[in-house]
């Protein structure tokens, strides 16, 4: 059974940093491509970032290029998204997914690829 705990969410002011941390447990870190995902009540949960098996490839939505970066650490199964100069556009529940494949090089922006969910853990940026 795998399970995703998202941490690092918090109430910051614009122009903070925050990092977020997700562990990955019950499977293989390395056999998962990674993504962080956002949501906010009355809107679609919207994507972020998402980082190979490999953390060789990386993608991100436009709104956050250049502020936000997303890395792994396989020995330590976890999966992070640094968040800098934060915009209270920025506010949301933030979730980590995870999808089993067996592409080294593999990653996606969709929901539907992704296998498992953490809990989410919310980020509130104040003006």
């Known amino acids: 059974q795998v399970q995703l705990v998202e941490s690092g969410g918090g109430l910051v002011q614009a122009g903070d940093s925050l990092r977020l941390s997700c562990t990955l447990s019950g499977r293989t870190f390395a056999s998962y491509s990674m993504g962080w995902f956002r949501q906010v009540p009355g809107k679609e949960r919207e994507f972020v970032a998402t980082?190979?098996?490999?953390?060789?490839?990386?993608q991100y939505t436009d709104s956050v290029k250049g502020r936000f970066t997303i890395s792994r650490d396989n020995a330590k199964n976890t999966v992070y998204l640094r968040m800098n100069n934060l915009k209270p556009e920025d506010t949301a529940v933030y979730y980590c997914?995870?999808?089993?494949?067996?592409?080294?090089?593999?990653?996606?922006?969709?929901?539907?690829?992704?296998?498992?969910w953490g809990q989410g853990t919310q980020v509130t940026v104040s003006s």
């Open positions: 980082i190979s098996r490999s953390g060789e490839r990386t």
């Open positions: 997914a995870a999808d089993n494949t067996w592409l080294s090089d593999k990653i996606t922006t969709r929901r539907t690829d992704y296998d498992y």
